[in-house]
């Protein structure tokens, strides 16, 4: 067998209507070694597709009901199929039909009558293209995945290394993320919130929450670990965590400036602290100005906060903590974003009560 970077019989799919030829072929593609499927027509190809998907299609133009540009454009509508090589074998030798049949996504074009030494040759051609394609594509995903995960394994590193300053935050980061992926995935199934679009933004939410607070390591230690209250001074202090931990990310952005993971986290450290009602800070933004990435971001870190406890404070339940945040919504908080947190507070318990199991800073 020539297929030599197989570790399988290919499987060919076979669509003509004249019987002849489909014996013929199957016959010399099985004596090279091939595994082959028979369709007498482009409605039946399509219904073995579903059945199993072939390596390659052989596939005639000229067939009664459907003809072979139909069926190629059909399966080339579908992602599972897409990349599935079509070859066309056909009568027809005019430059018309040929533009045709790449246009519909054929990988390559043999007129009838064939030799089938030049049939059989571009066949094992597109199916080594095929194979050193589809390897190539999953080579490149596992390198990307590699770098994204060691990259998201550094962010969330320096931002532990933040957090670690000030020991009684305890798995706030943890905590953060978790919900911040929940508010984020029930906004995206509220028809009236056409700014969270797609599971990418959920990722990318979780994510990036996790350097929320990275501004904080450039706060005084004498400010970010005092046992007790600020002082209106000291308070204004460590609201430039917002504006140091912003301007450090956009440096970085001028290296990069099309990475959008980049910009959500720069809007999620910078704008975390406004309001709705515009009284918040750094830069007093109100309402939809707010980047939707802060208004989830506000939420859970007020959650956050409102459930730990401090050596100022205690922790407060659950049923009190959602209290607070309903008395925000439409003045601190973003009100959709306060009916996305309505649907899934079980959802944020549940997560909260996992983590409890190794933590006890809070409740």
């Not at 911040?180 to 028809?191: G, I, N, T, Y």
């Not at 609201?239 to 931990?245: A, V």
């Not at 649907?343 to 079980?346: K, Q, R």
């Given at each position: 067998m020539k297929q030599t970077m197989f570790n399988r019989q290919p499987l060919l799919l076979v669509v003509d209507d004249m019987p002849d030829n489909l014996e013929l072929l199957a016959r010399m593609f099985k004596e090279e070694g091939y595994q082959v499927r028979l369709a007498p027509s482009g409605a039946l190809a399509l219904k073995a597709v579903q059945v199993q998907a072939p390596d390659l299609i052989l596939l005639d133009i000229n067939m009664p009901e459907m003809n072979g540009f139909e069926v190629c454009k059909r399966l080339k509508e579908q992602e599972q199929w897409r990349q599935i090589p079509i070859i066309f074998i056909s009568a027809l030798g005019d430059a018309k039909a040929k533009l045709e049949a790449f246009e519909a996504g054929g990988v390559d074009y043999v007129t009838k009558p064939f030799q089938f030494t030049e049939v059989e040759a571009r066949v094992r051609t597109h199916l080594q293209l095929h194979f050193y394609q589809e390897n190539l594509e999953q080579m490149v995903a596992a390198q990307v995945k590699e770098i994204a995960d060691t990259q998201l394994s550094t962010i969330f590193a320096l931002a532990k290394l933040a957090e670690s300053r000030d020991d009684e935050?305890?798995?706030?980061?943890e905590?953060?993320?978790?919900?911040?992926?929940?508010?984020?995935?029930?906004?995206?199934?509220?028809?009236?919130?056409g700014e969270v679009t797609d599971e990418s933004f959920v990722r990318t939410m979780e994510q990036a929450s996790s350097l929320h607070d990275i501004g904080k390591v450039g706060i005084p230690d004498g400010i970010l670990l005092k046992p007790g209250r600020l002082t209106p001074t000291e308070f204004e202090k460590?609201?430039?965590?917002?504006?140091?931990?912003?301007h450090t990310l956009e440096s970085v952005r001028e290296r990069y400036p099309h990475n959008m993971f980049l910009a959500t986290c720069i809007e999620i450290v910078r704008w975390h602290h406004e309001r709705w009602d515009g009284a918040g800070y750094p830069d007093g933004l109100n309402g939809g100005v707010i980047p939707v990435s802060a208004r989830i971001m506000a939420v859970a870190d007020v959650y956050d906060a409102l459930r730990s406890r401090r050596c100022y404070k205690a922790a407060l339940s659950h049923e009190e903590s959602r209290q607070i945040l309903q008395k925000g919504s439409g003045s601190q908080f973003d009100p959709l974003v306060i009916k996305a947190f309505l649907?899934?507070?079980?959802e944020i318990v549940a997560a909260y009560e996992a983590i409890q199991e190794s933590n006890s800073d809070y409740e």
């Open positions: 935050t305890g798995d706030h980061l905590r953060v993320r978790t919900c911040c992926r929940l508010l984020a995935e029930a906004l995206l199934q509220l028809p009236e919130c460590m609201k430039e965590h917002t504006l140091i931990g912003a649907t899934v507070e079980a």
